[in-house]
């Protein structure tokens, strides 16, 4: 009797990373789409960011810093994973957890920062893309929470080990591609200040 064969893949790629790949692919054109959109008003305006309006958060410096702890965390997960140490990669799976964690609080006081600061989201064009673009972003850090929580909590259970861990390449290739994309789009808004 003949099993069923699992669909070919490109050399070297399992069904789950291409999977994921076209996945992070298409957020990728989603997240491009929006900064298409960004550069568009912001090369139509005459002054951009306009007269009077305040300077962002400087908070945003602390965002952009929890999240690349993030993914350190998780190269740091991985590589122990990979060395047999499934202990150490649970706690820096949890620092993970914590930094993501903090990372969406920290965006939250920026935006109340902003706010507090004459910078509502409907006060101009450049208002409103930066809460356009954070807000976006921190929705997708909101969706990479979810699975974040789960890989830590079969982690801490030890559910990890050198041979199994595609949870945790999976996750973490979600939370670089989230930390890549914020760096995208923290350059652009510093750009326009």
Do not use: K
């Amino acid at each position: 009797m003949n099993t069923p064969r699992p669909p070919a893949t490109p050399a070297g790629l399992s069904a789950g990373r291409l999977i994921m790949l076209l996945f992070l692919a298409s957020l990728g054109m989603g997240f491009a789409a929006v900064l298409v959109f960004y550069f568009v008003m912001r090369s139509r305006a005459t002054a951009w960011p306009p007269p009077g309006t305040p300077p962002l958060p400087a908070g945003l410096w602390l965002s952009t810093v929890l999240l690349i702890g993030t993914s350190a965390s998780l190269l740091v997960a991985r590589h122990s994973l990979r060395q047999e140490r499934a202990p150490a990669a649970a706690r820096a799976l949890l620092i993970a957890l914590l930094a993501g964690l903090a990372f969406l609080f920290s965006q939250i006081a920026n935006w109340w920062l902003a706010w507090a600061a004459n910078l509502p989201p409907g006060r101009n064009m450049f208002s409103i893309t930066f809460y356009l673009l954070t807000g976006l972003h921190a929705a997708h850090i909101i969706g990479g929470l979810v699975p974040l929580a789960v890989v830590t909590a079969r982690a801490l259970r030890g559910r990890f080990s050198a041979a199994r861990h595609a949870g945790v390449t999976y996750c973490a290739m979600y939370w670089h591609f989230l930390d890549a994309v914020w760096l995208v789009i923290f350059a652009a808004l510093l750009l326009s200040t």
